[in-house]
């Protein structure tokens, strides 16, 4: 017995052994930013959600409007509409969940955030999301950074050489602009002759195969209790669809399907939706799409150009 | 609790300890094994201990009340009565929906329209399959007077959630394992150094393996329609060695661990894909399931006696039944039935139980061409027989192969996949005859190269479970 727990303490102590080096890498790097030791994230994914709503929390009083959306809405820069009465956050990150939403809307009101202005930015993944698969994901489980207990979990997460070595910084990559606005800027996004200028290149939609209806009570009763607490709180909610682009679209074409389905669904149950291209799609082009989901500020900006034009024809809206 | 997670390690730390240094004798050791044993199951569902513990108090006293009967009507009585209350607890919780459902689609397909509102939201509890299959066994065998029953209470109940095999198996015959917990255990350090290693050699089959499989998987078949004919046979491919990783990892954990309280457990798996036809396949996969069909199912129906048409009948019932077992689902009565007829040609031939011994070139290094031919005949209809397996639904299984039938693209970027299937393959190949595995080459090679090879081990393990600590669960804990 003595010779193998001799052993047993020998195989021990290398586990010992990795979880410490592990932990000292995670304490140094951060690379999630919730052990609050690192407050840039070139080049690699930090927990936006947590640290972005830290970051209202802590300046409650810089913001008044909100952008709410999955890392889709990213490069719909808000703040670019922001005059004296409205001051926009970016609060998209990556995989974001209307149940998500509600949650950090409540938590602002809680924490005296006086929210004027929300915009939910809907897509595919209303229907494939859930905020329970993000519960074991680092980079996506919600942490309350007000909270002072230690995160342990993350100081035993795996190393990455990757993130270690701070490779790939010259391919194109997202910058985290998490306290400022919220924005995504892209790094080594645009190909050089691309002309920001040029007019948006729409398709219209191909005609699909019908699909059996799903059920989508579940979103549909998220998204009513968002709208029933802005009417309560008096917060001006609106609804918009994100574009898709060509290539999305014939990749996943039954998704998209159940998606307008999903859309129409709403409609039927009075929700107000705000569609800047209604159901074209936006065609490929690397000016247009960072990739085959997100696509670049020059579209955004043509969103939020459109967005301007549907609130300046009804306020209230 | 996953065997794959730090709070199992910290578990069997403790018990360990507390077993060897603190509770040292039998009796104490055996309620410490209950006590962890249900600390371990109640991790996940403390609500479903009360099944177990049903489960086990009607199975220790009607092995009591048998062993006590002399009339041979009350006997049998008190065994069915037993085999009604597992059965019964097995069924409503694992196939009341299935039954209910079909009912109302057969309804429906003769014109009697009506919805289905019988239906339950039931859990379903974790290795229910593999504890009421146990408990069964031993009350059988009490009724055979194969075994003498136990009034120990303590130690049998250790013997029903025996925590190391409680929730996937292997599913252990009382005779084996219950006079194991009723004496004296003794630590060794060899059986502590084999049960480490196979602790560790279960968990690189499951982490490094079957986990990394699982996503290429998962995304094969939830796409299907999205690759071609080649793609697809990949993901069978895939499929098939991360199943029997994940199993047999499993198994081999399972066994470890029980060496290092002393107790051998049974081998659940023998290197299955190097069976020369599908008789040989069921001797070497999953055996602890195959052998308890065969003696308390094939043989009670009349196994291979009486008419052709009989015992081919009592071969479809014990295929289709095992289907049955893994899950309530068509695909898997499917699956049962194509083993089933693999297995009927072999059977009407009388071949069935030429393959009962040892492996495949067991005294070469390589198998002759017409083993390789056997081998590769018998693997093909697995991998495809899996396919069924893996599906949601029987459309999807039929469309599936349809397209690996029909569209042979194969587009280069998966090339590296066939390289590292096939050198899965090899590694298995070369393993093949240490069916205990019990790592006998390691005598062979010097102090130092086992060290480096068991550290280097035990780092990648350990980095790759901290990797994915979301680790898909062990897929037979469905079962």
């Not at chain 2, 499989?213 to 004919?229: M, P, Q, R």
Request: aromatic share 18%; net charge neutral.
């Amino acid at each position: 017995m003595k010779q193998f727990l001799k052993k047993v303490a020998f195989f021990g102590l290398i586990v010992l052994l990795y979880f410490s080096a592990s932990g000292v890498y995670n304490y140094t790097l951060d690379p999630y930013g919730i052990l609050e030791t690192r407050k840039e994230f070139v080049g690699i994914r930090p927990n936006e959600h947590s640290l972005k709503v830290h970051h209202v929390l802590q300046n409650s009083k810089e913001f008044n409007s909100f952008l709410f959306s999955n890392s889709k809405g990213g490069a719909l820069h808000f703040n670019q509409l922001n005059d004296e009465t409205n001051n926009w956050y970016n609060m998209t990150y990556s995989l974001g969940t209307p149940e998500e939403f509600h949650h950090d809307m409540v938590l602002f009101i809680n924490n005296n955030v006086a929210i004027k202005n929300i915009v939910i930015g809907l897509d595919e993944g209303v229907i494939y999301e859930r905020a329970s698969s993000h519960k074991n994901q680092a980079s996506r489980k919600f942490v309350l950074l007000e909270d002072q207990s230690i995160n342990w979990e993350y100081l035993f997460l795996p190393i990455s050489l990757k993130k270690f070595l701070r490779i790939d910084l010259d391919k194109k990559h997202i910058v985290h602009d998490v306290y400022k606005s919220g924005n995504y800027l892209e790094q080594n996004a645009y190909p050089d002759n691309c002309d920001l200028t040029e007019e948006l290149v729409i398709v219209p939609q191909p005609n699909e195969n019908s699909q059996p209806l799903l059920d989508f009570s579940s979103q549909i009763s998220t998204l009513k209790i968002i709208q029933d607490f802005c009417k309560k709180k008096n917060i001006n909610l609106s609804f918009l669809v994100h574009p898709t682009s060509l290539e999305n679209h014939k990749k996943s074409e039954v998704k998209r399907f159940q998606f307008n389905q999903l859309l129409d669904v709403m409609e039927n149950e009075q929700f107000v939706l705000f569609r800047p291209f209604e159901e074209n799609l936006i065609q490929n082009s690397s000016c247009y799409w960072l990739d085959r989901h997100h696509y670049t500020k020059k579209v955004g900006d043509s969103i939020l150009q459109m967005y301007t034009q549907y609130k300046d024809l009804d306020p209230s809206k | 609790m996953l065997f794959n997670s730090l709070e199992f390690l910290v578990f069997l730390i403790v018990v360990f300890a507390l077993y060897w240094f603190v509770f040292n004798k039998r009796n104490y050791q055996n309620a410490l094994l209950l006590c962890s044993s249900y600390f371990f199951y109640g991790w996940w569902d403390y609500r479903f201990l009360i099944l177990i513990l049903f489960s086990t108090l009607v199975d220790y006293f009607v092995g009591l009340a048998i062993e006590n009967s002399q009339e041979n009507s009350k006997r049998k009585l008190l065994l069915w009565l037993s085999i009604a209350f597992n059965i019964g607890v097995l069924g409503f919780f694992k196939y009341y929906n299935f039954f209910v459902d079909s009912l109302v689609e057969v309804l429906n397909s003769v014109g009697y329209a009506m919805e289905s509102t019988w239906s339950l939201n039931i859990i379903l509890p974790v290795g229910i399959s593999f504890y009421t299959f146990q408990t069964m066994s031993y009350t059988i065998d009490v009724y055979r007077k194969n075994l003498k029953p136990t009034d120990d209470f303590i130690s049998f109940a250790a013997f029903v959630s025996f925590f190391p095999q409680l929730v996937a198996g292997p599913i252990e015959r009382a005779s084996n394992l219950l006079p194991q917990i009723l004496n004296s255990r003794k630590f060794t350090y060899e059986k502590g150094i084999q049960g480490l290693r196979l602790i560790l050699w279960g968990l690189v089959k499951k982490v490094v393996i079957a986990d990394t499989l699982a996503l290429k998987v998962d995304d094969i078949f939830e796409n299907y329609t999205d690759f071609g004919g080649g793609v697809l046979w990949l993901g069978a491919l895939y499929f098939a060695i991360q199943i029997y990783c994940d199993f047999s990892g499993y198994s081999d954990i399972a066994i470890g661990v029980s060496k290092l309280f002393g107790i051998e457990l049974k081998s659940n798996f023998k290197f299955p894909y190097f069976s020369r036809n599908i008789g040989e396949f069921w001797r070497r996969w999953h055996i602890s399931l195959s052998t308890w069909f065969r003696d308390y199912l094939y043989i009670p129906l009349g196994g291979s006696k009486g008419l052709k048409w009989q015992s081919l009948r009592n071969v479809f019932v014990i295929f289709l039944v095992s289907g049955f077992w893994h899950g309530a689902n068509w695909t898997f009565i499917v699956w049962g039935g194509i083993h089933a007829l693999l297995f009927v040609p072999s059977y009407i031939l009388g071949s069935n139980r030429k393959y009962t011994g040892a492996i495949v070139a067991e005294n070469s290094w390589f198998p002759s061409l017409k083993e390789v031919l056997q081998i590769v005949i018998t693997f093909f209809f697995v991998v495809l027989a899996w396919v069924f397996f893996r599906s949601d639904n029987l459309t999807v299984a039929v469309e599936y192969l349809i397209i690996m039938f029909t569209k042979f693209d194969f587009p280069p970027t998966y090339k590296n996949g066939l390289y590292s299937v096939g050198s899965l393959l090899i590694l298995d190949w070369m393993f093949r005859k240490d069916e205990r595995l019990s790592f006998p080459f390691l005598k062979e090679v010097n102090k130092k190269s086992i060290l480096l090879l068991e550290i280097v081990s035990i780092i990648l393990v350990v980095y790759l479970i901290s990797l994915n600590s979301n680790s898909g669960q062990f897929i037979y804990f469905q079962f």
